[in-house]
């Protein structure tokens, strides 16, 4: 713990004083230089609520006073190629909240105003934490994979983003069925009790070929799995800032014709646009969809990320104050 100055807002900038930030995976991915911040020291955290204090030449009806959530994207020049056709999230000169700009382990940060969100009401701040970013970009994967009602629709690894947008196809594609394949046991009983249609292990085939595979694994023998469960025209969807090179060798098994020929796609998720943030917040309060969560307070926020790295994990993990 140190102490740092409070910031102060520029133009267009609100200042928040900070109630909860949720702990992810990826600030494990940050501390161990798998996508490391430019500069230190960093304050690390991405998933912020919290109320403004105090707000300069902003121009959005956010008041002080109104809670507010930052989410993985901090800010986007507004005026590329990507900025203009709603994909900031692509946009080179994109940075992210607690690893490119101080983030959410303080008492207090700042936010340009058009990447923070008003929180709903019926959310507390330690639930409204983890919608924005599982949630938000869980609610990405689900969009680039080109769903309708009815299409088919795999989810390989089962973990905080999947297991909402095991939710999220739920509600908004009712009639389409969901396998999830899954290392563990207890994972694939929980799959299923949330309403998927079969599970199995990564190494199973699904009784059927599927329409789109989203994957939130951290290797690459499931990707290779999972190219040959698609349909012909299907598509794979990987949502992984970093695979872990472990296993790496196992791309080396890819046999054209069996998992690439027939038009089979690949695609990968990067990143968030404030659009996602606010439609996953929208959607959330219509479910209504309350993640679960294990609050730790603030100066435990070490403890919270090693049990994240060992796997102790029962809900979303969230830092209160
Ligand atoms: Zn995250
Ligand atoms: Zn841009």
């Given at each position: 713990m140190v102490e740092f100055p409070k910031p102060v807002p520029r133009e267009g900038e609100l200042l928040i004083k900070v109630s909860a930030c949720g702990v992810c995976h990826t600030e494990i991915d940050e501390i161990e230089g798998r996508?490391?911040?430019?500069?230190?020291?960093m304050i690390p955290g991405h998933q912020v609520v919290g109320i403004v204090e105090q707000t300069l030449g902003?121009?959005?009806?956010i008041r002080v006073g109104d809670r507010v959530g930052v989410a993985w994207?901090?800010?986007?020049?507004?005026?590329c190629e990507y900025c203009l056709s709603g994909r900031e999230n692509l946009c080179a000169d994109f940075r992210a909240t607690g690893r490119d700009v101080n983030g959410g382990y303080a008492e207090y940060m700042v936010v340009p105003e058009q990447f923070a969100y008003p929180i709903p009401e019926l959310f507390t701040d330690a639930e409204a934490a983890p919608l924005l970013c599982a949630g938000a970009i869980g609610y990405r994967s689900l969009s680039l994979c080109d769903m309708t009602d009815g299409k088919s629709i795999g989810l390989t690894g089962f973990g905080a983003s999947a297991h909402l947008v095991q939710k999220l196809i739920n509600y908004q594609y009712q009639q389409s069925k969901v396998y999830v394949f899954a290392r563990s046991q207890k994972e694939r009983d929980f799959a299923l009790e949330l309403g998927a249609y079969w599970a199995g292990d990564t190494s199973d085939m699904p009784p059927v070929l599927l329409d789109c595979i989203i994957d939130t694994t951290p290797v690459w023998e499931p990707i290779v799995r999972a190219m040959e469960c698609l349909k012909p025209g299907g598509r794979l969807v990987i949502n992984a800032i970093q695979k872990e090179s472990i296993d790496q060798d196992y791309l080396l098994k890819i046999d054209y014709s069996r998992h690439?020929?027939?038009?089979k796609e690949i695609k990968s998720v990067a990143n968030v646009t404030s659009h996602d943030v606010r439609e996953f917040i929208r959607l959330a309060a219509e479910m209504p969809f309350k993640p679960e969560v294990e609050v730790y307070l603030f100066e435990k926020a070490n403890e919270a990320i090693l049990d994240i790295k060992q796997r102790r994990i029962k809900g979303a993990k969230v830092l209160v104050f």
């Amino acid at each position: 713990m140190v102490e740092f100055p409070k910031p102060v807002p520029r133009e267009g900038e609100l200042l928040i004083k900070v109630s909860a930030c949720g702990v992810c995976h990826t600030e494990i991915d940050e501390i161990e230089g798998r996508t490391p911040p430019p500069v230190y020291p960093m304050i690390p955290g991405h998933q912020v609520v919290g109320i403004v204090e105090q707000t300069l030449g902003t121009k959005t009806n956010i008041r002080v006073g109104d809670r507010v959530g930052v989410a993985w994207i901090y800010s986007a020049c507004g005026t590329c190629e990507y900025c203009l056709s709603g994909r900031e999230n692509l946009c080179a000169d994109f940075r992210a909240t607690g690893r490119d700009v101080n983030g959410g382990y303080a008492e207090y940060m700042v936010v340009p105003e058009q990447f923070a969100y008003p929180i709903p009401e019926l959310f507390t701040d330690a639930e409204a934490a983890p919608l924005l970013c599982a949630g938000a970009i869980g609610y990405r994967s689900l969009s680039l994979c080109d769903m309708t009602d009815g299409k088919s629709i795999g989810l390989t690894g089962f973990g905080a983003s999947a297991h909402l947008v095991q939710k999220l196809i739920n509600y908004q594609y009712q009639q389409s069925k969901v396998y999830v394949f899954a290392r563990s046991q207890k994972e694939r009983d929980f799959a299923l009790e949330l309403g998927a249609y079969w599970a199995g292990d990564t190494s199973d085939m699904p009784p059927v070929l599927l329409d789109c595979i989203i994957d939130t694994t951290p290797v690459w023998e499931p990707i290779v799995r999972a190219m040959e469960c698609l349909k012909p025209g299907g598509r794979l969807v990987i949502n992984a800032i970093q695979k872990e090179s472990i296993d790496q060798d196992y791309l080396l098994k890819i046999d054209y014709s069996r998992h690439l020929w027939m038009e089979k796609e690949i695609k990968s998720v990067a990143n968030v646009t404030s659009h996602d943030v606010r439609e996953f917040i929208r959607l959330a309060a219509e479910m209504p969809f309350k993640p679960e969560v294990e609050v730790y307070l603030f100066e435990k926020a070490n403890e919270a990320i090693l049990d994240i790295k060992q796997r102790r994990i029962k809900g979303a993990k969230v830092l209160v104050f």
